[in-house]
T-cell receptor
Framework: KAGVTQTPRYLIKTRGQQVTLSCSPI?????VSWYQQTPGQGLQFLFE???????NKGNFPGRFSGRQFSNSRSEMNVSTLELGDSALYLC????????????FGQGTRLTVV | DQQVKQNSPSLSVQEGRISILNCDYT??????FLWYKKYPAEGPTFLIS?????DKNEDGRFTVFLNKSAKHLSLHIVPSQPGDSAVYFC???????????FGTGTSLTVIP
């Protein structure tokens, strides 16, 4: 069974540009969440999608957005990049049943210069 | 507001000894707790979990303890091995949604 796949693995962008990250969940998982990891901040929740609908959103500015497609694949977009957006972006998928864990992809390392 | 806290950023333990990683939470709606292990440049890997109806769950060398009255959980690794060296995150989920709340992580170093 394939795991969560995130592309690309590494990305370098210039301040002011925009970026789109992609996540393919485990087959059968309909819930996809995105997290930002920066040193000392742990994993900060960005948003969660289920059946193409955003159900939860973390405390991030509107420059961060996402969507989910009918095949459960998800994309995350960050517009007008800032230096502080440099981070590891992680996607996690899960079954929507009680007491089940989330499975993470390897992440996309975004560097904004 | 950090609802899940790991107050020890780092921990060093001798190989063969016990590693104890601690986690505190503030939200009484949390009913499912997990520990993840993370190596650099990789995504977190699920390690072990516990639901709020239990106070202990064991899986091989890993045991998680939950003290609901103190809103505290801990992960015990016995015996610790050098391959256990990684960052450990504790996470919690409320019964009202599918959002996981993560702590800031504890970096464990097991010294051979």
């Amino acid at each position: 069974k394939a795991g969560v796949t995130q592309t690309p693995r590494y990305l370098i962008k210039t301040r002011g540009q925009q970026v789109t990250l992609s996540c393919s969940p485990i087959s059968g998982h309909r819930s996809v969440s995105w997290y930002q990891q920066t040193p000392g901040q742990g994993l900060q929740f960005l948003f969660e999608y289920f059946s193409e609908t955003q159900r939860n959103k973390g405390n991030f500015p509107g420059r961060f957005s996402g969507r989910q497609f009918s095949n459960s694949r998800s994309e995350m977009n960050v517009s007008t990049l800032e230096l502080g957006d440099s981070a590891l972006y992680l996607c996690a998928s899960s079954l929507l049943t009680v007491n089940t864990e989330a499975f993470f992809g390897q992440g996309t390392r975004l560097t904004v210069v | 507001d950090q609802q899940v806290k790991q107050n020890s950023p780092s921990l060093s333990v001798q190989e063969g000894r016990i590693s104890i990683l601690n986690c505190d939470y503030t939200n009484s709606m949390f009913d499912y707790f997990l520990w993840y292990k993370k190596y650099p440049a990789e995504g977190p890997t699920f390690l072990i979990s516990i639901s709020s109806i239990k106070d202990k769950n064991e899986d091989g060398r890993f045991t998680v303890f939950l003290n609901k009255s103190a809103k505290h959980l801990s992960l015990h690794i016995v015996p610790s091995q050098p391959g256990d060296s990684a960052v450990y995150f504790c996470a919690a989920r409320a019964n009202t949604g599918n959002q996981f709340y993560f702590g800031t992580g504890t970096s464990l170093t097991v010294i051979p």
